[in-house]
């Protein structure tokens, strides 16, 4: 089950957002709350430790932050 979760929730979030993003060059605010809501539940559960937990949270929001950036740049 939980395996199905991972391969199932990650691609349709993918393909939602490039298809919105397509039509209407928006990609709303729910799949990436959707992604990291899954993360935030998943991986604990296959036995992820705290760090690499962590090491994933921080490249996650280095991530937001450099693209932040790059839109306060136009």
Same mark, same amino acid.
């Given at each position: $089950?939980? !395996?199905?979760?991972?391969? =199932? =929730?990650? &691609?349709?979030? $993918?393909? #939602? /957002?490039?298809?919105?993003?397509? *039509?209407s060059?928006?990609? /709303?605010?729910?799949? &990436?709350? *959707?992604?990291?809501?899954? #993360?935030? !539940?998943? /991986? &604990?559960?296959?036995? $992820?430790?705290?760090?690499?937990y962590?090491?994933?949270?921080?490249?996650?929001?280095? !991530? *937001?932050? =450099?693209? #932040?950036?790059?839109? /306060?740049?136009g």
């Amino acid at each position: $089950m939980l !395996v199905a979760v991972i391969f =199932v =929730v990650f &691609p349709f979030c $993918m393909l #939602f /957002a490039a298809v919105s993003d397509t *039509l209407s060059m928006t990609i /709303a605010n729910r799949v &990436p709350v *959707l992604l990291v809501a899954t #993360f935030a !539940v998943v /991986a &604990p559960l296959t036995g $992820m430790d705290w760090a690499t937990y962590g090491w994933h949270l921080a490249a996650g929001s280095l !991530v *937001l932050a =450099v693209t #932040f950036g790059l839109f /306060a740049l136009g």
